[in-house]
Nanobody, 120 residues
């Protein structure tokens, strides 16, 4: 797995938007869930969004519901996280991970993190 911030880089102003992409390879994507997890400085990891590729079910943390969207890019082995109405408290290193279920303990392979900074 590899995670890279989309166009526009990792710095965004409050209220702005950003798209993160997670490129996958080497496994059957529809046999797993893909999650986005973040870790802010001094805080524990937090699962923010997760998608089951096989049936399209999605789950979001309450802190991001209505602002973040997770989806598989059509025809690609890429899972993206679109983030809107970003807040300063969304600042964190974001990771994508593969798992058998949408819980942190079930994530068995993690991509490199990418830093998102929300600041004016």
């Amino acid at each position: 797995l590899s995670a890279a911030a989309g166009v526009g880089g990792g710095l965004v102003q409050p209220g702005g938007s950003l798209r993160l992409s997670c490129a996958t390879s080497g496994f059957a994507l529809d046999e797993y869930v893909i999650g986005w997890i973040r870790q802010a400085p001094g805080k524990e990891r937090e699962g923010v969004a997760c998608i089951s590729i096989s049936d399209g079910r999605k789950a979001y943390a309450d802190s991001v519901k209505g602002r973040f969207g997770i989806f598989r890019d059509n025809g690609k082995n890429t899972v993206s996280l679109e983030m809107y109405s970003l807040k300063v408290e969304d600042t964190a290193v974001y990771y994508c991970a593969r798992g058998r279920a949408c819980t942190l303990r079930d994530m068995d392979f993690w991509g490199k993190g990418t830093l998102v900074t929300v600041s004016s």
